[in-house]
């Protein structure tokens, strides 16, 4: 799984690089998607580090990351959907659920790691439900906002890529905590990790494409 997560760490770093260059420019990104970008470019060493070393600081670094990038998940992406479709969004109640999340399993079930299996099932479940709602009201014959653009929708497509397809691999997740920790079997879960990798991967190069496609068209 090593290569994969390079070239994970390579695409997110040169993403988050690129839409800060073009928001500090003519803010030509909105700021949530650009912080999502540089949440997702910081995970990414961590989880190198994991992979190349077993020791227990990494492993910690690694889940430390990716729960503070779970947090990013539930605040910057739906309200950047929400904004599309000039709706507020109120990250209260997701946002606490997965601060508290993986301690709750951790305390109701005696999980011996720190899981963010449910973080991710909730993170799929509100950003599919926020890109359902982006495209009900693109197809709503009422519409008459041209805010929705092409390269609007290219980025909503990754999206949905990446977090309608992790639901399924997050329930997976979740079966793989219980079993390992309820009824002390162990099931081989690290194809879970890759699919998730694989999503991050195409969503980040449909940025990329929906916007530099739109900056060609359109010269600073």
Not at 182 to 200: E, P, Q, R, T
Request: positive net charge; proline residues 5%; glycine residues 2%.
């Amino acid at each position: 799984m090593l290569w994969i997560l390079w070239i994970q760490f390579l695409v997110s770093l040169a993403n988050a690089i690129y839409f800060f260059v073009l928001y500090k420019k003519a803010k030509l990104v909105p700021l949530p998607l650009v912080l999502f970008c540089i949440a997702d470019a910081l995970t990414a060493p961590a989880n190198l580090w994991a992979s190349h070393s077993d020791s227990d600081e990494s492993v910690t670094a690694a889940n430390i990351a990716s729960w503070v990038f779970s947090i990013a998940e539930v605040v910057f992406i739906p309200a950047f959907l929400s904004n599309l479709i000039s709706k507020k969004y109120n990250p209260s109640v997701p946002l606490f659920l997965v601060v508290i999340l993986p301690f709750l399993l951790k305390y109701l079930f005696n999980v011996y790691d720190f899981d963010l299996s449910l973080n991710y099932f909730l993170s799929g479940i509100l950003i599919s439900y926020h890109c359902y709602r982006v495209i009900i009201y693109t197809l709503s014959p009422n519409t008459r906002d041209n805010r929705i653009l092409v390269k609007n929708q290219m980025v909503v497509f990754g999206i949905m890529i990446c977090y309608v397809t992790s639901v399924p691999f997050s329930i997976g997740s979740i079966a793989h905590m219980l079993f390992s920790n309820m009824f002390k079997i162990h099931i081989d879960s690290h194809w879970v990790n890759s699919a998730f990798l694989l999503g991050n991967i195409i969503q980040h190069i449909f940025f990329f494409i929906s916007y530099r496609w739109h900056i060609q068209r359109q010269p600073l």
